[in-house]
């Protein structure tokens, strides 16, 4: 989507249920600006799709 924010570590954890130390060991694709770590949507999203089971 464009222009979809960017999320913290924390909301990204809470959009994926995990904690925010789970995230940061969990190669999800992250933006770094300055010295902030920020996601899209689009890769957690990614994240999820790639590990559903059938």
Do not use: C, H, T
């Amino acid at each position: 989507m464009p222009n979809q924010p960017l999320l913290s570590v924390k909301e990204a954890a809470d959009y994926l249920d995990m904690s925010e130390s789970w995230l940061y060991s969990s190669g999800i694709p992250f933006v770094k600006l300055g010295s902030r770590r920020l996601y899209r949507v689009e890769d957690l999203d990614a994240y999820i799709s790639q590990r559903v089971q059938v």
